[in-house]
């Protein structure tokens, strides 16, 4: 098992930054993605940016120029910068790893952090 701890979320007024941190442990192989999804009350969850050990990213279209995915491998530890934030942006963020185990792909997810984004 992979355990999974956000940290970061909050408060913040638009135009914000936050920092969101992902730590992974536990039985840790060859981590494919590490990368962040969000849900917003009513709204299904969706993919933020996420980041491939080969250091590919891919982000969703509403966060591109204001949000930057980045790991440290050696650490096992995912972080998220989000810059010029909106109310739009205002959900449950979770972290998630993708990693090979015994022959197959195998997801955790992070118990989520809140950000809000008011004034």
């Known amino acids: 098992q992979v355990q999974l701890v956000e940290s970061g979320g909050g408060l913040v007024q638009p135009g914000g930054s936050l920092t969101l941190s992902c730590a992974a442990s536990?039985?840790?192989?060859?981590?494919?993605?590490m990368g962040w999804y969000r849900q917003a009350p009513g709204k299904q969850r969706e993919l933020v940016a996420l980041?491939?050990?080969?250091?590919?990213?891919n982000y969703a279209d509403s966060v591109k120029g204001r949000f930057t995915v980045s790991r440290d491998n050696a650490k096992n530890t995912a972080h998220l910068q989000m810059n010029s934030l909106k109310p739009e942006d205002t959900a449950v963020y979770y972290c998630?790893?993708?990693?090979?185990?015994?022959?197959?792909?195998?997801?955790?997810w992070g118990q989520g952090t809140q950000v809000t984004v008011s004034s």
């Open positions: 536990g039985s840790i192989f060859i981590i494919n993605t």
């Open positions: 980041r491939t050990n080969t250091g590919y990213t």
């Open positions: 998630n790893l993708e990693q090979r185990q015994e022959g197959r792909t195998v997801g955790y």
